[in-house]
Every structure is written in structure tokens, then in C-alpha cells.
């Protein structure tokens, strides 16, 4: 009796990794093949099997991808424009929150209230009238036509998550600072930013993620490469490479990876931060 | 204390950064949306007020209805396949403890950090009918001919695949983190009462999950909604207007049909529509609320 209740058991632990290896598989594989075609060269792609066992590994695909791809120029793009958007989201939301959360004045939760419908206005929608407002005011193909709107679209969410964990820090604290003489901008910044790291950390992954594969503002505000971001390299390398598939493969490939490895190290924490606005959102 | 805490310098250098942020990057891009709604400027040149005409045209128009049938689509989409398997691999991770737990979970979120314009170029190759994964599935198990993924017919299922797979990592976090945190005393007291493991998923898993659902639902249908990036990319709202969604549709009339006060007539009804999709969704789950609060 004993026995076949252990049997039973174990084939349901089966049926459980059986499933979560399938689904595994079916996350993964795409990937993997992307890597296979990627040291392929075009001509072998044209098999009946599902990966490709190169007869040479072709690295030459990503020398071509790295160096017409402008790998490294659309590569420090993102990381300026993302780490500044990220910068400013905390800077103002920190900012927003506190005052919406325990200044005391009448419009407060109006205020909040407005700044919070950010959230609920398609990004989409605002391109055509943004698209006239950079080209009258000349900043089009500027950092600003992308960091304005990536900071603004950002920060509902920020706001948001800011104010629920602020929330939660003891008033008292604020207290104790104001009769040891700290002005309202040395409490915000040096009592109650350094209480907020985890929120903190959540609020720069969700802005960093957000704003990390967006192109449709990029592609409409931006005409030069000056400026233009990491999907960039796919986007217009496929135009340029339209028949050479292969070298193709090897710039999503090497798109992809910066922020794949990126996720690979901090997975425990970019998991946590996600689960943690996820909870509170 | 309390002087310094209403002084209104103070506020106003607090708050006026986002207030900025927010009238010159949302709200005046709306009410510019608005005024030129009621214009025929083409994108160059002069133009002329011309009422609701295009309010009006696009009210019959029917590839917009066409764009708000592939959303609900989506949406369907979503909220029938996506979350119920979220729902079931996150209860299934959450069954194994220790290094698979976390090895999993990483590789069902990768696909979530790669940019949208890989992820889309990348599946127009697996939908390939030459060299595409996808038929050299289909060859491996035996079926002779190719499947044209991106049809008329097949081209939205295609669609609703791609961001299925995509966004099923952040979809399966959200319930994996909602499943940990039930007490697990819950689970231990049905264990002792002699429940089984679907017993038990269904009346205590599901049920105390009901607020993490209705937030994954809400953001399930405003997401099908707002779709753009990857449709934009992948089939640019076709063949024909098969794939259309309204961001799509808005772009493709203002930049390429260069009738630029009506994409703006678009865009004022795609933001009422969200609005109107938000407060309603938020309504429905409203209502149950008060049962939750008063426990």
C-alpha cells in the first residue's frame, strides 16, 4: 500500500518536470536556434533538420554584425539615455511622492491623481502630436525628443510605486530629523531615499525594462544614427544585409545579449523587483 | 513643523518637475491631438477646420473596427491561453523546491529582457517558408508542403503566438510571487483534511489568487489594446488590414496615407477607449471588494 502510494508519488513528480521542461523548451529553443543560424553561413540554412552543425564556425557573421551593425555606438546610446531616464524617474518620483504624500496642501491628491492618469494614456497615441511638437521646437534627432518622453511615460509607475512604499516608512522618523534642524530636502534625500533602497531597485528595473526595447519613439523622433538606440542595429541592418540572412541572425543575436547577460547575473534581483512592483501595481 | 511642511516654495519645487513632465510630454500632446482631430492638414502644408468630418469618417471606417476586433482578439487571446498555463507552471514551480525552482524560473523570463525588434525579426525568420523552425518542425513529424504562418487567415494567430511567448515569463512571476505568498499553513491544514493537490489548487490556490487574476487581467486587455511594437515590425498590420491594431493604424495614416488630422481623430478615440477600458475593468472587480475588505 505504502509502496504504490511512493510510485504514484513519483510519476506525478515526473509529469510536473515533464511540464516545466516542455515549457522550457518551447522559451528557450528559438533562442538557441537564433545562436545555431547565427555561426552559420547563409548557404547551410536551407536544411530539413532543426539545428544547423556548421561545417565552419562563421564568427566573421559577427565581426560584420559589430562593426556595420554600429554595435558600440547604439550600445552606449542605450546605456546613456536609459541610466539618465532611470536617474530622472527616481529624482522626480521621489520628489512627487513625498510631497504628494506628506506636504501638506490642498491640491495633493489631485495632483497625484493627475500625474497617475499617465498611466492609463496609450504612449501610442501621443506620437503624432509629440513627432509635430519636436519638429516646431527643433528637437527632433536630439537626446531630448526620447528622454522626455521616456522619463514622462515612466513615471506614473514610479510615482506609484514610490508612494505605496513611502507609505509604510514611520513619520516619526521625519520627526526626530526636523527637531535636529534638517530642512525638507535633507530628509527627503538623506532620511528617507536611503530607507527606500528596495523600492528603489524596483522602480529602476521596471524603467530600465520599459524604456530598454523601445523603438517606435525612437524611429519617429530620430532620423539620424546620432542618437538612435539599440534596436536600432536590427532594424536597420536588415535593410542593408536584406540577403545575407546569416550575418542577420548574428546581429539579433548580438542585440539580444547584452541584456540577456545583464538578466542572467541579476536574475535573483531583477525577479524580485519585478515580483515586488508586480505585487504592489 | 508644521510651517515647514506646508511651505509652499517648497511644494512647488517638489512637485513641479513631474507636473512639467506631465503637461508638456501627455497633456499637451493630447490637446494638440484634439485640435488637429478637427483639421484635413495632410502632414505638410496648410490646412483647414473641417469639423467632426473625421470623427464621423471614421466611424464607418472599417479597418478601425478591424483593429478593435484583433485587440479583443488578443485580449481573448491572453486571458484563455496565456494566464491559465501562467497560472498552472507557476503552481507546478512552486511545487518544487530548491535549484530547479530558480533555474526555471530565469529561463521562462528570458525571452521577456530581449527588445521587442529582435523578438520580431527573429519569429518573422521561424515563420520563414523557406528555412523557418517552424516547417522544419512540421518536416521533422512528417508533413510535406509549407505553412504560410503570415496569411491572411493564419497571420493574427501568428501574432498572438509570438506574444504569448513573449510576455508568458512576466505573466508567470506575477502569479508565481502571488502563489507565495498564501500561508502555507492553508496548504498544510487541507493536507491534514485529506485534500489532494487538485483539490487543492482549486480551492485554495485559485481562490486566494482572485486579486493577482484581476490585475493580470486588467493589464491583459490594456496591453492588447495598446499593442504596436511587435505587430508593427512583424506585419505591419497585414496582409491587407488581417493584423491591424489602432497604434498601427494611426502611424499608417498619418506617415504613409499622410492623412495626418485623421490619425490624430484615431488617437483621441484610442485614449478614450483606454480610459473607458481601465475604469470599467476596474468597476467589475470592484464590486467584489467589499467582501475581501470586510474578512
Redesign the interface.
Known sequence: MEKTGKKKMSA?KVI??G??IF??V??????V??LD?SLASSNE??????LIIPEKIQWGNYVKAFVDGNFLHYLKNSLLINGLAVVLVL???I??A???L????KLNGF?KT??LM?M???????????Y??YSTLHMTDTIWALL??Y???S?PQG?FLMTSFMSAVPAELE?AA?MDGC???RI?FQIITPILKPSIATVSIMTF?NN??E??MASTYLSSPKWKT???S??EF?GQYSSN?AV??AV?AL??AP??I???IL??H??KG???G??K? | MKKMYSNKLVITSLVLPGVLLFVFAILAPICLSVYYSLTDYSGMGSWNMIGLDNYKALMRDEAFFTALRNSLFLAIGFICIQHPLAIIVAAVLDKLSGRGESFFRCVYFIPNVISVAVIAYLWKFIYNPNFGLLNNILKVFGYKGTVNWLSAENAIWSVLVVLIWHGFGWGMLIYYSGIKNIDPTLYEAAAIDGANQKQTFLRITLPLMKPVIQVNVTMAVISALKQMETVYLLTNGGPGNATQFTATYLYQQAFKAFRYGYGNAISVVFIIICLLATVFLNKIFEEREPERRGR
Open positions: 506525478g510536473l518536470w511540464i516545466l515549457v522550457a518551447v522559451q528557450i529553443f528559438p533562442l536556434w537564433l543560424f540554412m536551407f536544411t530539413n533538420g532543426l529624482l522626480v518620483s520628489m512627487a513625498f510631497a504628494c506628506r506636504m501638506q496642501w495632483v493627475l500625474l499617465g492609463m494614456i496609450p504612449i501610442h497615441a501621443t506620437l503624432l502630436p509629440n509635430k511638437i522626455i518622453p522619463v514622462a511615460f513615471l510615482l520627526e526636523v530642512g525638507i530636502y527627503i525594462l530598454w526595447n523603438f517606435m539599440l534596436p536600432f536590427v532594424l536588415t540572412y542577420q541572425f539579433m542585440t539580444a541584456a540577456v545583464i538578466y542572467v536574475n535573483k531583477i525577479t519585478v515580483a515586488m508586480a505585487v501595481g
